[in-house]
DNA sequence: CCTTTGACCAACA
DNA sequence: TTGTTGGCCAAAG
């Protein structure tokens, strides 16, 4: 697998209503230090890759990712249509943000290994 | 091989 | 507490 790869395998697995910080996804695949490429990732993700991208926020809960949207505000249209609030172009962490259980991590883990 | 480019982030003033 | 600074590192050119 890929270092993109492993980003786009742990993009799908945020739960709908739910989202993920570009930090915590470089942690996840076992690359902390490496935020700024998981955003150029999602940025170049292939056309019908159907990736959750618009779950994935910066570490403050903004949209820094609304611009490279087909349209302005698809990704918080997504995020509302999901039931996620979004006020002032911001999520709340404390409310929304995805904690996956230990062994979900192990699970994630193994999987990239390949 | 360099060099540039970021959907970021921690540290610091 | 809010702005700025520099480092970060995989990919593309």
């Given at each position: 697998m890929t270092f993109y790869e492993k980003i786009y395998y742990v993009c799908k697995r945020i739960p709908k209503g739910k989202?993920?910080?570009?930090?915590?996804?470089?942690?996840i695949?076992?690359?902390?230090?490496?935020?700024?490429?998981?955003?150029?990732a999602l940025h170049r993700s292939?056309?019908?890759?159907?990736?959750?991208?618009?779950?994935?926020?910066?570490?403050?809960?903004?949209l820094t990712g609304a611009?490279?949207?087909?349209?302005?505000k698809e990704q918080e249209s997504r995020l509302r249509a999901e039931g996620v609030e979004v006020l002032h172009n911001k999520v709340d962490l404390?409310?929304?943000r995805w904690n996956p259980s230990r062994q979900e991590l192990e699970?994630?883990?193994?999987?990239?290994?390949?």
């Open positions: 989202v993920a910080t570009y930090g915590q996804i470089a942690v695949i076992g690359k902390p230090g490496t935020p700024r490429q998981v955003g150029g292939p056309e019908g890759m159907c990736l959750p991208a618009h779950r994935v926020v910066n570490r403050d809960g903004v611009a490279a949207f087909t349209f302005e404390k409310k929304y699970e994630i883990a193994e999987m990239i290994r390949l």
